[in-house]
């Protein structure tokens, strides 16, 4: 098609229905369209350029259209694009496995390939209940998840979600879940006046948050098969960086209890936090891990659920016994996506982004707190690696929210298109979800952007 401006969007608005989008926001108003992206700018239609400041939803982690990734589909596509995996396997697939292994501890050593974040949690799921049902623990069929987590917008992922604004209208369609609080050190009722100069992996509590879960686990442990949550970082549900501490004491109190622990690194692996995976931190292994977005550097769909040989044993059996874990999608291990996978693999282990980043991130998360921490609608700052996020409210004293009707981030988000960067809110939280290409003079040039359109906005918003 060639492009004209008027035509996609005549055609888009007419035909087009765009994911977590009230679609009557855009009937009189344009969203950027976008034509072509690199490193970490994007190029709209009319020549503008637009910093990629969430990584394309999380996903981008080298930069768009890196020569070596883009080197890796060009070649693939002149050897194989496409083979069911049920009963074939291929060398593109053994390869991820291969290299991605080197990055993870030994105990995660079966693979199962899907398509997405959501599907990788589904599976996850399925496993961890089936695995009691083989094993004849017919009662373990519950889970534990926690208040802000989020992992997927499919029924199951639905289930373990606890951000009530997506998830509560579907409720009768979900299965019923133990909801442990999230460690939410700002809006911890313990700790009231705690600074945001947070330094994350500092325990400076008790863990009330843990007592809660521990007490689900006492009193039910024998329904419950698995609690899920994310890694140092509730990022859907407000980029809630938590301390170490908490997902080493919630893993001791798994063990304790015989609950499977179910991690998702959809958003945090492949680097984002500072380091490959977020679990490192915490010194800690799951039962099962669920990976997607960064796996194949950000471009092309592809998940993995990861687990232990102690689960996959469960499994495996005569075919008659009924054993068999019954789960597929037709682009299981796709190999155009696992030699895109493969090359950003590759990339992490031949060029070391995480080493040469750390100046980068030290100066984002200074400037950051140099930037906003005297702002008077800033009630936190968090950061974790290349995610950092502001928590903006009405009232710093009490933590008072804005009214939702102000719509302040969604405001934020409208300016900031205008103003050549992508500022998407979560809510009242403003976040960067910076990929680790990005250089100190791109960190300055985005924060100092950022801090321009959401004091405008707020300005505005306090005059009228
Ligand atoms: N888990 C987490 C932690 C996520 O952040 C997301 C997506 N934002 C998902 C699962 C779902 O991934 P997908 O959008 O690829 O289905």
Not at 121 to 138: D, H, I, P, S, Y
Not at 232 to 253: D, F, K, N, Q, S
Not at 300 to 307: D, F, H, N, Y
């Amino acid at each position: 098609m060639k492009w004209d401006k008027r035509k996609i969007l005549e055609i888009d608005r007419k035909h087009i229905w765009h994911p977590f989008t009230q679609m009557k926001d855009y009937e009189d108003r344009d969203p950027p369209v976008i034509v072509e992206a690199q490193g970490v700018k994007f190029r709209t239609i009319e020549g503008r350029e637009l910093y990629d400041t969430i990584s394309s939803w999380w996903t981008n982690v080298h930069g768009h259209l890196h020569p070596l990734l883009n080197e890796a589909i060009r070649e693939q596509l002149t050897r194989l694009d496409h083979v069911n995996f049920s009963g074939f396997t291929h060398p593109y697939a053994v390869e991820v496995i291969e290299r991605l292994r080197r990055f993870l501890p030994p105990e995660l050593s079966r693979f199962f390939f899907s398509d997405n974040g959501s599907t990788a949690v589904e599976v996850a799921l399925k496993m961890a209940f089936q695995f009691w049902q083989n094993r004849g623990f017919t009662r373990r069929t519950r889970f534990v998840c926690l208040e802000n987590g989020y992992h997927g917008d499919t029924i199951g992922a639905v289930s373990v979600g606890g951000v009530d604004l997506f998830f509560k209208l579907y409720k009768p369609l979900t299965f019923k879940t133990f909801r442990a609080p999230a460690p939410y050190c700002y809006r911890c009722p313990e700790n009231l006046d705690r600074n945001f100069t947070l330094e994350a992996s500092k325990p400076s509590c008790n863990f009330r948050c843990l007592e809660e879960l521990e007490k689900i686990f006492k009193e039910y442990h024998e329904e419950i098969c698995a609690v899920i949550v994310e890694p140092r970082l509730l990022a859907a549900g407000g980029m809630i960086v938590y301390p170490a501490e908490y997902l080493r004491g919630l893993i001791e109190l798994a063990r304790r209890y015989e609950v499977l622990t179910i991690f998702d690194e959809v958003a945090t692996g492949f680097g984002r936090t500072g380091t490959m995976f977020a679990m490192e931190q915490a010194g800690v292994v799951p039962d099962i891990l669920c990976l997607a977005k960064g796996l194949t550097g950000g471009v092309l769909p592809m998940a993995l659920t990861v687990t232990t040989e102690r689960i996959f044993q469960a499994f495996y059996a005569d075919y008659l016994e009924g054993k068999t874990f019954y789960h597929g999608h037709s682009f299981t291990a796709n190999p155009i996506c696992c030699s895109v996978a493969i090359a950003n693999l590759k990339l992490f282990e031949d060029e070391k982004p995480l080493e040469k980043g750390r100046e980068v991130r030290n100066y984002f998360h200074r400037r950051l707190v140099e930037l906003f921490s005297d702002r008077p609608y800033v009630g936190d700052i968090r950061y974790l690696g290349y995610v950092g996020a502001v928590e903006l409210v009405a009232d710093r004293k009490t933590k008072k929210p804005f009214p939702p009707e102000k719509r302040v981030g969604f405001r934020i988000y409208m300016t900031s298109l205008e103003r050549g960067l992508v500022l998407r809110p979560l809510g009242d939280v403003i976040y960067w979800f910076l990929p680790l290409c990005v250089t100190k003079e791109e960190v300055e040039e985005i924060l100092t952007q950022s801090l321009a359109v959401i004091e405008e906005v707020v300005t505005d918003l306090s005059a009228g």
